[in-house]
């Protein structure tokens, strides 16, 4: 009346309900007085009560299950001694729990026979049933832990009290025994009196029974006979001593025979089932935290071979074996699953801090309208009692993470045939991986036909530092040090094998026969070709992005047409939470992309010194003349030349500023490895003359963000130039004095507000520095190297001076019509920020040229006249 199935062997269950009907029912008696019509009523009743009562009642029984194991593991694991005694008690209830879970199985697996009534499919099913089978294997596990004290206990009851009423009993009721019966016990009797229980507690000694009782065997079967006299209380005893010595040297058996579970082997596909369902998709705690228990049992299920079918264990355990390994996989990607909500979550609720949602209450406060109002909040309508659905989910998810983050860890290494697993390495790679998905998925913000938009640099640090945040919690959980998981990651989305090969000399990795490689998923290639494009497209659009020092930014006009703020992407609190999350790698790959690109303007510059030689020689030579006005007007392509500075400029100064977010981040998180760079770079002087034993040096300083002197662009500047056009090279300080009279100075407005030209003029005196001092480096072969950069500055410094000046001096319509100028006062300032980016320049080279109160008078002129409209 509890079950309407009895389990045959192997997977064999048999509907013995059917069987006794067909039995009854088929029956003929000789004299035709027996009938078994009520007892066949009788059947049927009884699989109505097992299929209505009995299901509920197993319910029961596995929840009493449940709680005495967990009490007994509480009461034993507080107090281990009482194994010993309590030893029959725990295979007791080992063999309750192993009959149920294979009953709740057996009947999962199949529907009752065909005439039962009141059959509930839900009342078959127990979501608590792979607790009942953790805690079944606990239990299990600590007695095989403290199996020590069970055969102390044993051992010290077969030496003492079994040895002692034995004897008694012996010597008591064995009136005329056979000879044969006597030796034996006596014999099993010195056996027990040899028992030695502290050589055994110090490892000195082991104890075989299997002797022991086989003799008894021998005797009970003697004793059975029919000339011999019954001794009833003499045979308990025995029977008694022989179940103490089980508890020696057969503890393992002892637990197969009373709590193994190997026979679920042939249910295994319904329990996987059952598995997914109760432990993997189930956000209540009582599944995933239990989800352990199928480890326990993928390690058993081999055992289920026989001795009659040895061949199957192979098979079987080769099934467990893959079994175990997808179902790990299923494990860690349900956790990554888990924690991509969270993730989500703690995302939406990150964006409540956005500076749009904080200013929503200023401009409602200020009786300005905006498209998405937000009504203030009513005090105290936000209390900390009162249940919040999104908030409540996400701490379900986050117990849920926890507990099955638990199980993983809980299970340090387990074998599952003859594979050792490690459950916590599965979950480290799908972590790593997750971490990978999310980083790299982060760095793009928008896409479409027209391009892709990157994140915001500060909003990706701040989403990988939430990220990060949420994974870190679960060091609690599980053994694992995720920052170094984290940085494993980020190591390898910014890796790239050209920047990073070590076998490479130093600055290699800038020369254009190097192609940079970009690695599948490498978070690099979208931020390299976003801020490329920024330079090469973006910048050139007029009047729309103007480089401001005083912000040390790229700034967008208001009237701008650029799809994004260039401050939200080229700012040096952006740059810096940029190389944060790139790191130095990364800062070098995008370094290498703007310094590959300005080397690549010398040829340019070459070319234009070579159309344009006679004419920049009369103005080197005739500087001081009043004649040299004209030279500049024959110049050809002086605009293209002059705007080309301007794009040159604009890209140094966003290496400029990536070196000092590198600066800041290396002192902020290597500070002892900056202080000792900075040592090493004051130990010899500059290296201007890129000596190759110092260039390891350079590098570091590059990485770091301690170079002053462009030395990438140096490098690259010494594969292009040659000692035989010297002569040539010679020129540039006159080329950039000729730009002055280009048409774009005649555009050329200060603004006092970024301390900057309207159309990035200010950005060529950073060009001119930067090609002056890299070109002669180059050419410069003697150890008065820096002597000639200097003079070659000087020289620059003096012809643009005296040019200047004579611009003051005359009335601009004597200067001819190439020179209309906006603002003179804006083009003569340009000597001071050229000497202000030049690093072997000081102040003291223009005076002796310029008077500075004259450079103070246009820097007064220019700060008094109010900004200009749309600025």
């Given amino acids: 009346s509890e079950g309407f199935l009895v389990e045959l062997p192997r997977d064999v269950p048999e509907p013995i309900h059917a069987d006794y009907e067909d039995m009854f029912g088929s029956h003929k008696s000789k004299d035709k007085r027996l009938k078994l019509k009520r007892e066949r009523k009788t059947i049927a009743a009884a699989l109505n009560a097992a299929v209505t009562t009995g299901a509920v009642e197993h319910h029961h029984r596995r929840t009493y299950c449940r709680q005495s194991l967990a009490d007994l593991l509480n009461v034993l694991g507080d107090f281990p001694g009482l194994l010993g005694p309590k030893f029959q008690v725990v295979l007791t209830a080992l063999s309750l729990s192993q009959d149920e879970i294979h009953y709740y199985f057996r009947h999962r697996a199949q529907q009752p026979p065909k005439g039962a009534k009141g059959y509930q499919p839900a009342r078959y099913v127990d979501s608590d049933i792979f607790e009942l089978i953790e805690l079944h294997y606990r239990m299990r596990d600590f007695v095989m832990r403290n199996r020590k004290i069970v055969q102390v206990y044993n051992l010290e009851y077969l030496a003492g009290q079994d040895l002692r ?115 993997l998709d189930s956000t209540e705690l009582s599944g995933p935290a239990h989800a352990g228990a199928i480890f326990w049992l993928l390690a058993e299920w081999p055992l289920s071979a026989t001795g009659h079918r040895p061949h199957d264990k192979p098979e079987v355990g080769k099934r467990c074996t893959q079994i175990t390994e997808q179902l790990l996989d299923q494990l860690s990607t349900r956790c990554t699953s888990l924690l991509s909500q969270i993730v989500a979550q703690q995302l939406e609720f990150d964006h409540q801090l956005d500076a749009a949602n904080a200013a929503t209450q200023l401009l409602i406060g200020a009786g300005a309208r905006t498209d998405k109002q937000v009504p203030p909040l009513t005090p105290a309508s936000e209390s900390h009692f009162r249940p919040n659905a999104q908030v409540t989910e996400l701490r379900l998810l986050r117990r849920t993470v926890d507990a099955l983050v638990r199980v993983l860890q809980r299970s340090v290494e387990f074998v599952v045939h003859d594979h050792a697993f490690v459950p916590r390495e599965y979950l480290r790679e799908a972590l790593f991986h997750f971490a990978c998905q999310f980083i790299g998925g982060s760095v793009i913000a928008s896409q479409d036909k027209a391009g892709f938009l990157i994140t915001r640099p500060t909003v990706l640090q701040r989403r990988i530092g939430l990220f990060a945040s949420i994974l870190v919690q679960l060091e609690s ?92 992407y080229c700012h040096i609190a952006e740059l810096t939470a940029l190389v944060r999350v790139i790191g130095p790698y990364g800062a070098r790959v995008l370094s290498r992309e703007m310094m590959v690109r300005v080397a690549s303007e010398l040829e340019q510059v070459k070319r234009f010194l070579v159309a344009n030689e006679p004419h920049l020689k009369r103005i080197n030579a005739e500087f001081s003349q009043p004649s040299a006005d004209q030279a500049p007007k024959l110049i050809r392509d002086l605009d293209v030349f002059a705007q080309q500075l301007v794009s040159v400029g604009a ?170 100028l906006h603002s003179l006062p804006s083009v003569v300032i340009f000597l001071d920020l050229f000497i202000t980016t030049c690093p072997l320049l000081k102040r003291d080279a223009i005076e002796c040229h310029m008077p500075y109160s004259l450079m103070r008078s246009m820097y007064h002129d220019l700060l008094s006249k109010p900004q200009p409209k749309g600025w």
């Fill in 165 to 279: 009423r034995l004897r008694e009993l012996l010597d008591k009721q064995v009136k005329n025994p056979s000879v044969d019966n006597v030796s034996r016990m006596e014999a099993m009797l010195e056996q027990l009196r040899g028992i030695d229980v502290g050589a055994f507690m110090d490892g000195r000694v082991g104890y075989n029974f299997a002797g022991f009782r086989m003799n008894w065997y021998r005797v009970e079967a003697a004793m059975s006979q029919a000339n011999e006299v019954p001794l009833t209380d003499l045979c308990q005893r025995f029977h008694i001593a022989v179940r103490h010595s089980e508890c020696v040297d057969n503890v393992e058996e002892l637990l197969d025979e009373h709590a193994g579970l190997a026979d679920t082997w042939f249910q295994h596909e319904l329990l996987l089932d059952e598995w997914r369902t109760v432990c």
């Fill in 477 to 568: 959980y599980v053994d694992m040090n995720v920052s170094d998981l984290l940085r494993e990651a980020m190591l390898q989305l910014v890796y790239t094998p050209t920047a990073a090969d070590p076998a490479a000399k130093p600055f290699d990795y800038l020369l254009p026969a190097t192609k940079m490689q970009f690695p599948e998923g490498c978070m690099l290639r979208p931020i390299v070709d976003f801020y490329v494009d920024f330079f090469v497209t973006k910048l050139a659009t007029p009047q729309q992005i103007v480089w401001a020092p005083k912000h040390q930014a790229f700034i967008s006009r208001q009237s701008s047409s650029l799809p994004y703020p260039a401050e939200e």
């Fill in 651 to 820: 890209m140094l100064h966003f290496h400029d500023l990536l070196q000092r977010a590198l600066a800041a981040v290396n002192v902020e998180l290597a500070p002892y490895v900056n202080g000792t760079l900075r040592a090493a770079r004051f130990q010899y002087s500059n290296n201007l003359l890129l000596v190759p034993e110092l260039l390891i040096t350079d590098q570091l300083a590059v990485d770091s963000g301690l170079d002053e002197f462009d030395t990438p662009l140096a490098f690259l500047a010494k594969q292009q130039v040659s000692s035989a056009d010297a002569a040539i090279w010679n020129l540039l300080p006159a080329a950039f004095t000729a730009c002055f009279y280009s048409r774009v100075w005649g555009e050329a407005l200060y603004l006092k507000s970024y301390e900057a030209h309207t159309n990035n003029m200010h950005c060529a005196a950073r060009a001119m520095s930067a090609m002056m001092i890299s070109v002669k480096r180059a050419l410069c072969t003697s150890p008065e190297g820096e002597l000639e950069v200097v003079a070659m500055l000087e020289k620059f410094v003096e012809i643009s001076s005296i040019t200047l000046l004579r611009f003051l001096s005359v009335n601009p319509s004597d200067l001819g019509r190439s020179v209309k």
